[in-house]
């Protein structure tokens, strides 16, 4: 006879885990379900001979000490245990285009980020401080938005807000050039477009300001022992609370009859009934692989196909036998391209083709000293490509276009940075689009949620939240696909809203 659980939670990656603990602290009856023998899907280590990398994460946002951004107060709620560190650089950013190039350190604080603007773009003072007038501003109104769980009464938000509203609808990168911010200082602004995975020309200007914002006030933040020491600490909580978690256990269909959630079928056949289920696996693939077709609502598969996939990656974890400092390594997490030109950088992120000069690395040792044995380090490369960029490889080509994509990147870091490592290298792991579809499941190792877009971006998606973008009764999804966008703090913070939304169906008998 099965046990009677209150929600199943599908999949322990960022957004799983959120959702459970927040179900589980609320006193419901959770049964968190893993294909893997272990949780964190994106979130984790590999260890490779004397080295610990961390497998994903840059960076946290909306972070900040106790009590102050989204993120923190949302993981202290749950209660979890973990030593955070806070960084005290915002970015480290390389353009090496031969004329209009930079390589520039900017710090976090506003103050100081206006003043290294300054330095470096001289002049840039008045038009950055107005910027950062309007960041605060546009702060305030996602913090106020926040404050009513993103489902605040209408007319209060078109009269309080009213400039909010009109920039939401304003792409970063013009309304940069509408406030007069001269182009050498908007293109070392932009350069964490990568983060959000969609160029400046695309990207709403609020959601741009506000993950900067974010940044420079409440400051980047890390786990002391990685990301799995947060995965573990979620993970902890949710047994605390009384949940279960069962690993090993992949979920082989949703069933749904008749447009509400009845159960999960797992892969080795057994039914487990509920009529809640959140799934942190992507609509596309439960409406695709995980339901019966006859039973997807048409307008959900229709809201599927309307969206287009995010990017995925290709990422380079190299352990090395200098120290950071020794190597001359600078910054913590550095952008390097050839040209400022988001929208070309984008187009670039189409094509594996060797002209492709652009990625993001992280040194961890820079964040974290002792991150591994005195006179080593670490670095981690991140490449970003659309789906499309990995459709001709086969099985005889892909060992080779991995090595040419390796080899090419560390020449081009050695060009960029200055550096030399390739005589340090100790130890060399990859992981491509191919890896990551296969471990987290995703339609071409997509990491990186639906790509946000104008009418796809964080504020449309969290006005609809609670009225439901997807109609099947009982079955919510949550994680870097959901209404806050892809990412870390974003899984988090979409699978409390998913639980909260949860909690208020079942109080409301729905
Ligand atoms: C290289 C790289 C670098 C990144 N850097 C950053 C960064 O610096 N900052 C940041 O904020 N974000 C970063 N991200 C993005 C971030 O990692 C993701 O957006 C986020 O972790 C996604 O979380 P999620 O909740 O969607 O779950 P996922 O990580 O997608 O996990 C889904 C879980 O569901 C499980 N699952 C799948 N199918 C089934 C099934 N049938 N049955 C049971 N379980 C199943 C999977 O095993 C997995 O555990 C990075 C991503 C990559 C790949």
């Given at each position: 006879m099965n046990k009677?659980?209150?929600?199943?939670?599908?999949?322990?990656?960022?957004?799983?885990?959120a959702s459970a603990a927040w179900m589980a602290k609320e006193g419901k009856k959770v049964l968190l379900l893993e294909k893997h023998n272990l949780p964190g899907?994106?979130?984790?280590?590999?260890?490779?001979?004397?080295?610990?990398?961390?497998?994903?994460?840059?960076?946290?946002?909306?972070?900040?000490?106790?009590?102050?951004?989204?993120?923190?107060?949302?993981?202290?709620?749950?209660?979890?245990?973990?030593?955070?560190?806070?960084?005290?650089?915002?970015?480290?950013?390389?353009n090496t285009h031969p004329e209009t190039g930079f390589d520039v350190e900017m710090p976090i604080g506003?103050?100081?980020?206006?003043?290294?603007?300054?330095?470096?773009?001289?002049?840039?003072?008045?038009?950055?401080?107005?910027?950062?007038?309007?960041?605060?501003?546009?702060?305030?109104?996602?913090?106020?938005?926040?404050?009513?769980?993103?489902?605040?009464?209408?007319?209060?938000?078109?009269?309080?807000?009213?400039?909010?509203?009109?920039?939401?609808?304003?792409?970063?990168?013009?309304?940069?050039?509408?406030?007069g911010v001269p182009d050498k200082a908007r293109e070392i602004y932009e350069s964490y477009w990568d983060y959000l995975s969609v160029d400046c020309t695309r990207v709403s200007f609020v959601v741009y300001s506000f993950m900067v914002y974010t940044y420079l006030t409440l400051k980047p933040y890390i786990a002391k022992k990685r990301s799995f020491e947060i995965v573990l600490a979620l993970e902890q909580r949710i047994r605390d609370f009384g949940g279960e978690i069962r690993y090993n256990t992949p979920v082989k269909r949703?069933?749904?009859?008749?447009?509400?959630?009845?159960?999960?079928?797992?892969?080795?056949?057994?039914?487990?009934?509920?009529?809640?289920?959140?799934?942190?696996?992507?609509?596309?693939?439960?409406?695709?692989?995980?339901?019966?077709?006859?039973?997807?609502?048409?307008?959900?598969?229709?809201?599927?196909?309307?969206?287009?996939?995010?990017?995925?990656?290709?990422?380079?974890?190299?352990?090395?036998?200098?120290?950071?400092?020794?190597?001359?390594?600078?910054?913590?997490?550095?952008?390097?391209?050839?040209?400022?030109?988001?929208?070309?950088?984008?187009?670039?992120?189409?094509?594996?083709?060797?002209?492709r000069r652009i990625f993001n690395y992280s040194c961890l040792n820079r964040a974290i000293p002792d991150a591994s044995e005195p006179g080593t380090c670490m670095i981690m490369f991140l490449l970003l490509y659309t789906a499309d960029a990995f459709d001709d490889v086969t099985e005889e080509n892909y060992f080779k276009i991995k090595d040419q994509i390796v080899e090419e990147t560390i020449d081009y870091f050695e060009e960029a940075a200055k550096v030399k490592i390739r005589d340090h290298i100790e130890e060399l792991v990859t992981a491509s689009p191919v890896t990551l579809a296969r471990y987290i499941g995703t339609p071409q190792g997509n990491c990186y949620g639906y790509a946000v877009d104008m009418w796809d971006g964080m504020l449309p998606r969290t006005m609809s939240g609670e009225k439901e973008d997807y109609t099947v009764k009982g079955l919510r999804f949550c994680g870097g696909h959901g209404?806050?966008?892809?990412?870390?703090?974003?899984?988090?913070?979409?699978?409390?809203e998913v639980a909260r939304y949860t909690l208020k169906d079942m109080e409301e008998g729905r």
């Open positions: 009677q659980y209150d929600v199943l939670v599908i999949g322990a990656g960022n957004g799983g885990l899907g994106c979130a984790g280590s590999i260890v490779r001979g004397r080295f610990e990398f961390e497998l994903t994460l840059h960076e946290l946002c909306q972070m900040g000490p106790e009590g102050t951004g989204e993120v923190r107060k949302l993981l202290d709620d749950i209660g979890t245990d973990v030593e955070w560190v806070a960084m005290n650089e915002a970015f480290h950013t390389i506003v103050d100081a980020f206006v003043d290294a603007m300054e330095r470096e773009v001289p002049g840039s003072r008045a038009s950055m401080e107005n910027l950062m007038e309007v960041n605060r501003m546009i702060f305030d109104a996602i913090s106020w938005l926040a404050s009513y769980q993103n489902n605040p009464p209408k007319a209060a938000m078109l009269l309080k807000w009213k400039d909010f509203m009109k920039m939401a609808s304003v792409p970063a990168d013009e309304m940069l050039r509408r406030l949703i069933d749904i009859r008749d447009n509400k959630a009845r159960g999960v079928e797992l892969a080795d056949g057994t039914y487990i009934p509920c009529k809640r289920i959140i799934s942190n696996i992507m609509p596309t693939v439960v409406f695709d692989k995980m339901v019966d077709p006859k039973e997807v609502p048409a307008r959900d598969k229709k809201l599927c196909e309307a969206r287009t996939l995010g990017p995925n990656g290709f990422v380079i974890y190299l352990g090395l036998d200098a120290s950071a400092d020794q190597l001359g390594i600078k910054g913590y997490d550095t952008f390097v391209r050839e040209t400022a030109d988001t929208e070309v950088l984008f187009e670039k992120c189409k094509t594996r083709k060797s002209h209404t806050q966008m892809d990412g870390y703090s974003q899984a988090y913070l979409s699978g409390r």
